[in-house]
């Protein structure tokens, strides 16, 4: 997957959004204005996603290019190294699973709004 894809892949999550708050390099994509994923868009080597804190664990065990998330909650958040070994359909499971634990994670009256706003 290359950087196109990734951000046509994130922006077509509902309600999802891209900004530049941190610098003119970090791409962050938001839902309700909340983060799900990170990346650099000039270099194009990592991916930070939020990630449930017991599988964040199981995941850095498990592969070599996944680490705890750069700059952000070593709980939370893994850094997905941009590298051949990650299969695409590997990562857009965990940016999926970012999305849904943060859509999870707002208001109730917030999920209600979105609800209907796809209706």
């Not at 994130?10 to 891209?18: D, G």
């Not at 309700?32 to 449930?52: L, P, Q, R, S, Y």
């Not at 700059?71 to 999305?99: A, F, G, T």
């Not at 999920?111 to 796809?118: A, C, I, S, V, Y």
Request: aromatic letters at 10%.
């Amino acid at each position: 997957m290359d950087i196109a894809r990734f951000r046509d892949f994130c922006l077509a999550f509902p309600h999802a959004e891209e900004s530049l708050p941190f610098d003119e390099n970090a791409l962050v994509f938001k839902v309700m204005g909340k983060i799900f994923a990170i990346t650099d868009i000039e270099k194009w080597d990592m991916v930070i996603v939020k990630c449930d804190p017991a599988e964040a664990v199981e995941l850095r065990e498990t592969y070599d290019f996944v680490q705890p998330g750069y700059h952000m909650s070593k709980k939370h958040w893994n850094s997905i190294m941009i590298v051949p070994e990650l299969p695409d359909p590997l990562l857009r499971k965990w940016v999926q699973d970012s999305y849904d634990l943060v859509v999870a994670s707002l208001p109730a009256k917030t999920r209600r709004l979105m609800q209907q706003g796809n209706e």
